[in-house]
């Protein structure tokens, strides 16, 4: 951007004035005329005369206090750039009327507050990464706390109360800040979305490290999970299909946490509610169905293209539609070549490799529920004997009901042929996810002995910093 001027910019700033002058004029009516105007200088400010925002900043926000739906989403649009421009001076006031208007009592204005929270936070973490000053970094994470704190409250404690497609846009923030808060994946191609990740995160800053914004990451991403799987949660249809999308959405842009979400899938297909209609069960089925197909298009691990090819016979789909999404064995070995081809390349992949090893482990670590479930796996897998199959269905032949169940008829999809070890290891799954949902198994065992692990090394280090502070003072 050039620089002008100082007669340049007093003639911006006369232009501008002009225009807002305009659109303060017009009478009750006009409001979308006047949104014009204001646009116009809104767009002049940030682009010709930025270092004058604060001049301009508190006249600008005083349409929040307009009866009009489009004046009100104005002012957002204008807290959204501005903040962009300069989050150190103008956060502070920006969060608190964001999260003034995140409860205003019309729906539009909460929705539109939160689609621009989501925006505020993606550039406000990007300038922390870029930021030179510590206090300043700190300021800004210190008010996107604040919007995070009021989104998940919205979808935990006050879930009943808050409105349905508010709470829809708040998994849709709640994505956004996993998104940022994780390492990006090196063969993904960066978009407007995931441009931002943790990998940038500076190791100076003392306030927060990479560990620590990952790992909040990760427990927002099981919150999600858990909306889905735990019996404390009894989420409703639409919320379900929107957690859903969010999980596959995250799947794409952050592939090392697949392998937990394709385990969240194989639960919520295993256990539907039955307190969902025909219509419900075949909509969500048929979602999960063209969720998974474009991940059969674009994963080339052999691990992942097994299971997500499982879920989708599961999920009714026949052989013809897998194999042909499959991608073919010859375009795999292409682009493998194509990727090692160039020296530098396969050296910055190379060594990004082990990053993102290390990432996926993490989120295979940092999730109980999938821990439990390869557990529990492992352990049917070795006891599937043709004799403990007989006894089984022998045992629970007399606890069958007498008529068939609605949701069985909507679920049940017969398992095809194939290798007898492939077999096994689905029936285990299966199984594995079932033992899971009820609390039994020795994965289930293993995953609350982590829980408790986990809780008595929290209160250890409150302990130790207490006998730390006793010494001090």
């Given at each position: ?64 206090h307009e009866r009009s739906v489009i004046m009100i989403a104005f002012c957002l649009e204008w807290i959204q750039e501005a903040c962009a421009k300069e989050p150190v001076a103008l956060m502070p006031d ?256 190379k060594g990004y490799e082990d990053s993102r090893r290390s990432a996926s482990d993490t989120a295979v670590a940092s999730d109980p529920q999938a821990l439990a479930v390869d557990i529990n796996m492992k ?95």
């Amino acid at each position: 951007m050039a620089t002008l001027s100082s007669q340049e910019a007093l003639d911006v700033v006369g232009l501008v004035g002009e225009l807002m002058r305009e659109a303060n004029s017009m009478p009750p009516g006009k409001e979308e005329a006047r949104v014009v105007s204001l646009r116009k200088a809104k767009d002049l400010i940030l682009s010709k005369i930025p270092d004058l925002i604060d001049n301009f900043w508190v006249e600008m926000l005083a349409t929040r206090h307009e009866r009009s739906v489009i004046m009100i989403a104005f002012c957002l649009e204008w807290i959204q750039e501005a903040c962009a421009k300069e989050p150190v001076a103008l956060m502070p006031d920006a969060i608190p009327i964001v999260l003034q208007l995140m409860e205003h009592q019309s729906v539009a204005v909460q929705k539109a507050s939160l689609n621009a929270a989501r925006e505020i936070y993606r550039n406000a973490f990007a300038w922390i990464l870029r930021s030179a000053k510590e206090s300043e970094a700190q300021s800004v994470w210190t008010e996107l706390k604040r919007i995070k704190d009021h989104v998940t409250y919205a979808i935990g404690e006050d879930y009943e109360q808050s409105h349905v497609g508010y709470r829809l846009l708040s998994y849709k923030f709640v994505e956004t800040v996993i998104t940022c808060q994780t390492p990006r994946d090196s063969d993904v191609p960066a978009t407007s979305e995931d441009w931002v990740s943790s990998l940038d995160f500076p190791p100076r800053f003392q306030f927060q490290t990479r560990e620590t914004v990952e790992e909040e990451a990760h427990r927002l991403l099981q919150t999600l999970e858990d909306y889905l799987t735990s019996p404390d949660f009894d989420v409703k249809y639409v919320d379900r299909e929107s957690i859903i999308g969010c999980l596959f959405h995250l799947a794409k842009r952050r592939p090392q946490y697949l392998g937990r979400i394709l385990t969240t899938v194989e639960f919520v297909h295993g256990n539907i509610p039955e307190s969902y209609s025909k219509l419900e069960v075949e909509g969500l089925r048929k979602y999960l169905k063209a969720a998974l197909m474009s991940f059969l298009r674009r994963s080339h691990d052999g691990d992942v293209l097994g299971r997500v090819v499982q879920l989708l016979i599961n999920l009714g789909a026949s052989n013809t539609d897998v194999n042909r999404a499959r991608p073919k064995w010859q375009e795999v070995q292409k682009r493998k070549r194509s990727d090692s081809s160039s020296d530098p390349a396969a050296k910055r992949v190379k060594g990004y490799e082990d990053s993102r090893r290390s990432a996926s482990d993490t989120a295979v670590a940092s999730d109980p529920q999938a821990l439990a479930v390869d557990i529990n796996m492992k352990t049917i897998v070795d006891k599937l004997t043709p004799n403990n199959v007989i006894e089984l269905v022998l045992t629970n032949m007399k606890k069958l009901p007498s008529t068939m169940p609605t949701q069985f008829n909507a679920t049940y999809t017969p398992i095809g042929s194939g290798p007898i070890e492939g077999i096994l290891q689905h029936l285990a799954r299966l199984m594995a996810v079932q033992m899971v949902a009820a609390g039994v198994g020795p994965g289930v065992v293993e995953m609350n002995r982590r829980r408790q692990v986990g809780l008595v090394s929290v209160y250890f280090n409150v302990c130790l910093i207490c006998v730390i502070l006793l010494f001090v003072f």
